[in-house]
């Protein structure tokens, strides 16, 4: 227990000393750890909205105006046999009319000179999740207009496939990003720790001679780095959150609201605790690296 409290005191009376090197490595570590936290929001939000286009996403058959009754039932029974085929709703020629009416808001005087109704009939499928890839919907698509009474099939899968590429292109541009500025915190963590350890050279050595360990003499420097990289991580978040909830206030929306598509949601549990314990782990990192270079020498 006495050695635990010696080595939490010296690691905070190391930081204490550090003064405006201790402030740089947690300031660099902050802007490093802001840097990816945005990259993060930012994909994490559109991966919320391509979910949940996903989730209403749908594959239109428009039918032949001249299909009968039989011809619509065993169109109906082929496609409900498909096991990408999630669930089905018909749209009668009257009733995708009125739809259309309903959307012009007010203009519907625009349709009063077209005499027949033109809208097709159509049946709206809803493709399971699994489904939902080029080559599955092109195959899938390709086998519906074939199909007997079935005028043209349509969706708008490239649309998904263009924001999953960005998103992708994001995630990987963030890790970049987040993974240079890292390597910078670790060196700035690293040399602030190194002149600590310089400046207690001596002390260090008398340790040495009376027989501390290893491990005795780099736990102090160990827990400042995590000290640290933690506080830095922290910050990072507690900013984020901050111009987060400054943005949405002054969209005058709350979260989720955003788009009216789910947008609008701050970091998950599981990436701000990630960025606390990596944050500890840069602090770690640069503090061994420093101490273990000066042990060797």
Same mark, same amino acid.
């Given at each position: 227990?006495?050695?635990?409290?010696?080595?939490?005191?010296?690691?905070?009376?190391?930081?204490?000393?550090?003064?405006?090197?201790?402030?740089?490595?947690?300031?660099?570590? =902050?802007? @490093?750890?802001?840097?990816?936290?945005?990259?993060?929001?930012?994909?994490?939000?559109?991966?919320?909205?391509?979910? &949940?286009?996903?989730?209403?996403?749908?594959?239109?058959?428009?039918?032949?105006?001249?299909?009968?009754?039989?011809?619509? /039932? %065993?169109?109906?029974?082929?496609?409900?046999?498909?096991?990408?085929?999630?669930?089905?709703?018909?749209?009668?020629?009257?009733?995708?009319?009125?739809?259309?009416?309903?959307?012009?808001?007010?203009? &519907?005087? %625009?349709? &009063?000179?077209?005499?027949?109704?033109?809208?097709?009939?159509?049946?709206?499928?809803?493709?399971?999740?699994?489904?939902?890839?080029?080559?599955?919907?092109?195959?899938?698509?390709? !086998?519906? /207009? *074939?199909?007997?009474?079935? &005028?043209?099939?349509?969706?708008?899968?490239?649309?998904?496939?263009?924001?999953? !590429?960005?998103?992708?292109?994001?995630?990987?541009?963030?890790?970049?990003?987040?993974?240079?500025?890292?390597?910078?915190?670790?060196?700035?963590? @690293?040399?602030?720790? *190194?002149?600590?350890?310089?400046?207690? @050279?001596?002390?260090?050595?008398?340790?040495?001679?009376?027989? =501390? @360990? *290893?491990?005795?003499?780099?736990?102090?420097? %160990?827990?400042?780095?995590?000290?640290?990289?933690?506080?830095?991580?922290?910050?990072?978040?507690?900013? %984020?959150?901050?111009?987060? *909830?400054?943005?949405?206030?002054?969209?005058?929306?709350?979260?989720?609201?955003?788009?009216?598509?789910?947008?609008?949601?701050?970091?998950?549990?599981?990436? =701000?605790?990630?960025?606390?314990? /990596?944050?500890?782990?840069?602090?770690?990192?640069?503090?061994? =690296?420093?101490?273990?270079?000066?042990?060797?020498?």
């Amino acid at each position: 227990m006495d050695r635990l409290r010696y080595i939490v005191e010296d690691a905070l009376t190391n930081i204490r000393r550090s003064g405006w090197g201790g402030l740089a490595s947690i300031g660099t570590i =902050a802007v @490093s750890f802001i840097i990816v936290g945005i990259f993060l929001i930012i994909t994490g939000n559109l991966g919320a909205v391509v979910a &949940e286009w996903k989730e209403q996403f749908q594959v239109t058959v428009f039918l032949e105006d001249g299909i009968t009754a039989e011809q619509l /039932a %065993l169109l109906k029974k082929r496609i409900q046999n498909e096991g990408a085929v999630k669930t089905m709703t018909y749209t009668s020629k009257a009733e995708a009319l009125q739809q259309f009416k309903r959307e012009l808001q007010g203009k &519907e005087s %625009l349709l &009063e000179g077209l005499g027949e109704n033109p809208i097709p009939a159509s049946l709206q499928l809803r493709i399971h999740e699994t489904y939902q890839t080029p080559e599955a919907l092109k195959q899938l698509t390709g !086998s519906l /207009a *074939r199909l007997e009474g079935v &005028e043209d099939v349509m969706y708008g899968q490239e649309w998904v496939d263009r924001v999953s !590429s960005v998103i992708r292109l994001l995630r990987l541009l963030g890790l970049s990003v987040g993974l240079a500025l890292g390597l910078a915190s670790l060196l700035i963590v @690293s040399n602030t720790i *190194r002149l600590t350890v310089y400046a207690r @050279s001596e002390e260090i050595e008398i340790m040495r001679l009376v027989g =501390a @360990s *290893r491990l005795h003499i780099r736990a102090p420097f %160990l827990l400042e780095g995590m000290i640290q990289g933690t506080l830095g991580a922290s910050l990072a978040l507690l900013l %984020l959150f901050g111009a987060f *909830r400054a943005t949405l206030w002054q969209l005058q929306v709350t979260p989720g609201q955003v788009f009216g598509m789910g947008m609008g949601s701050f970091l998950e549990p599981r990436w =701000a605790a990630l960025m606390i314990l /990596a944050g500890a782990g840069v602090g770690a990192f640069g503090s061994l =690296a420093s101490v273990g270079r000066f042990l060797r020498a």
